[in-house]
């Protein structure tokens, strides 16, 4: 077994790699620094003018990009109240998508559940099947499930759906957009989301969201739809080039900044560097069980997410072990969510990383899994 050399703790940008929040660079969070301006006013309406192209691009739309001052967990309830009636089929396949579940029965949907065990996928023949069983008016979904490391085949799941007469799309992306390509059009994503915090590698406090004209459509059919996550009320406010609401204003600084770091880097190379971040992890796994360590992926081939690994430990060794033990050489993952607490960790490769601060990351990590 190769003896791994311990190096003095990591400083500075590049060892923060939880699945979220991810680590924000020092010129982003020293964007939100800038003055205050009004809301109501020539300066917002400018602001979200220099926004809106940026995140249209990311979300691969037309359509106008909603931008809340919250967690993303608004904008999954922004979906249920606007765009469900009734009957709500809810894909579950970890913790996230649980959550999607829970947010349509708190609001009084009829909900069942298509369920596959964490690690794994839906497939769109098995969605099928499910919805020619009963009538549902929405669909809820995760596309980059953050507790496994799941990544749905959205666009696929996608065209179940709208073979069915009224029936909505509902698409949880909040380590998707951002690290991958998401074409909210061109795949027909009635709702889809995400939050500042991981992808995108802004600080915590703003989701994102884009309903497609059907969703519209629907919302203005649904009576007692909220007040602060009413898309209608979005729809409005973007049609003047303001939000419905008072925004963080300090945190759309921050993403003029990072909206114009991705341009530069451009979209297409940004996902490319994701990939190449996820195909060194999961490289890195087999060298490791080739050598007897006895690390696993959860998720299978073709279901992996870019952003966000989920790896099994053997036996003897635990999530939160593994993680304080890597802590005191500088560098932060996450143990495992929920029921995989003690038998996985997670490694969000996502944001500004790159492949050669991953490397360090990995070079630390089997220090503490192969002393």
């Known amino acids: 077994m190769t003896h791994v050399t311990a190096r003095e703790p990591a400083t500075g940008f590049g060892r923060f790699f939880l699945p979220g929040p991810t680590e924000v660079r020092p010129e982003v969070l020293a964007a939100q620094a800038r003055a205050m301006i009004g809301h109501r006013g020539s300066a917002i309406q400018e602001l979200i003018a220099e926004i809106e192209p940026g995140l249209q691009r990311i979300f691969g739309t037309c359509r106008p990009v909603y931008v809340s001052s919250s967690s993303a967990t608004g904008l999954m309830?922004?979906?249920?109240?606007?765009?469900?009636?009734?009957?709500?089929?809810?894909?579950?396949?970890?913790?996230?998508?649980?959550?999607?579940?829970?947010?349509?029965?708190?609001?009084?949907?009829t909900v069942e559940t298509l369920e596959v065990p964490w690690g794994r996928g839906h497939t769109a023949d098995l969605l099928d099947t499910a919805l020619g069983r009963s009538s549902y008016d929405a669909v809820t979904v995760v596309h980059s499930e953050t507790s496994t490391g799941v990544l749905n085949p959205v666009a696929e799941l996608?065209?179940?759906?709208?073979?069915?007469?009224?029936?909505?799309?509902l698409v949880d992306s909040v380590t998707g957009v951002g690290g991958m390509s998401v074409e909210a059009d061109g795949w027909q994503l009635d709702f889809v989301l995400t939050g500042s915090q991981k992808a995108l590698a802004l600080p915590p406090g703003l989701a994102f969201g884009v309903a497609q004209e059907a969703a519209v459509?629907?919302?203005?059919?649904?009576?007692?739809?909220?007040?602060?996550?009413?898309?209608?009320?979005?729809?409005?406010?973007?049609?003047?080039?303001?939000?419905?609401?008072?925004?963080?204003?300090s945190l759309l600084y921050a993403l003029r900044t990072q909206l114009a770091r991705i341009e530069a880097e451009t979209p297409a190379m940004r996902y490319r560097r994701h990939a190449d971040m996820a195909a060194r992890v999961w490289q890195w796994v087999e060298e490791m069980d080739d050598r007897g360590v006895g690390l696993s992926m959860l998720a299978p081939e073709?279901?992996?997410?870019?952003?966000?690994?989920?790896?099994?430990?053997?036996?003897?060794?635990?999530?939160?072990?593994?993680?304080?033990?890597?802590?005191?050489?500088?560098?932060?993952?996450?143990?495992?969510?929920?029921?995989?607490?003690?038998?996985?960790?997670?490694?969000?490769?996502?944001?500004d990383h790159t492949v050669a601060e991953l490397d360090e990351l990995l070079h630390h990590l089997e220090g503490v899994l192969a002393p």
């Open 77 to 109: 309830e922004a979906a249920i109240r606007c765009c469900s009636r009734e009957r709500v089929l809810s894909l579950v396949n970890g913790a996230f998508s649980a959550r999607f579940r829970e947010i349509a029965s708190s609001h009084g949907r």
């Open 302 to 351: 073709g279901y992996r997410s870019p952003t966000v690994s989920c790896i099994c430990l053997p036996d003897g060794r635990t999530g939160p072990e593994v993680t304080a033990r890597l802590k005191d050489r500088g560098f932060t993952i996450a143990p495992g969510y929920g029921q995989l607490k003690d038998t996985t960790i997670r490694i969000g490769h996502m944001g």
């Open 158 to 169: 996608a065209e179940a759906v709208h073979r069915r007469d009224d029936v909505l799309l």
């Open 217 to 249: 459509r629907r919302a203005e059919t649904i009576p007692n739809r909220g007040t602060y996550f009413d898309i209608l009320a979005f729809e409005a406010g973007l049609a003047k080039r303001q939000t419905p609401n008072t925004p963080a204003i």
